[in-house]
């Protein structure tokens, strides 16, 4: 079973900067997509990037310009750093892998989650 431990969320004012962090573990043989995810109150779930194992990438046009999406393949780990933040941004986030783990079986695992919050 592969776990998504996700961290790296907090309170921090408009125009300022967060970094999340996502590591697998378990048994990995391969990870394709890595995304992160969130929800914000009263809202559905929304993709906010992902970044494939050659590493494209793609974002939420509410983000473009502001988030970067990045991942290390050794460590099986993806990171989001967002700069801007704006109060909207508020919400939990979440993160997303898809793969293949022990005895070659697909798995898509998800994050626990982390309050993200932009506020003055």
């Known amino acids: 079973q592969v776990q998504l431990v996700e961290s790296g969320g907090g309170l921090v004012q408009p125009g300022g900067s967060l970094r ?3 590591a697998a573990s378990g048994t990995v043989f391969s990870i394709n997509t890595m995304g992160w995810y969130r ?3 009263g809202k ?21 310009g502001r988030f ?6 050794a460590k099986n780990t993806v990171y989001l750093k967002m700069n801007s933040l ?3 941004d ?25 309050q993200v919050t932009v506020s003055s």
């Open 20 to 22: 999340l962090s996502c």
């Open 39 to 41: 929800r914000a109150p």
């Open 44 to 64: 559905q779930r929304e993709l906010v990037a992902a970044i494939t194992s050659s590493g494209s990438t793609n974002y939420a046009d509410s983000v473009k």
């Open 68 to 73: 970067t999406i990045s991942r290390d393949n």
């Open 86 to 88: 704006k109060p909207e």
């Open 90 to 114: 508020t919400a939990v986030y979440y993160c997303n892998a898809d793969g293949y783990g022990l005895g070659l079986r697909p798995f898509s695992s998800w994050g626990q989650g982390t």
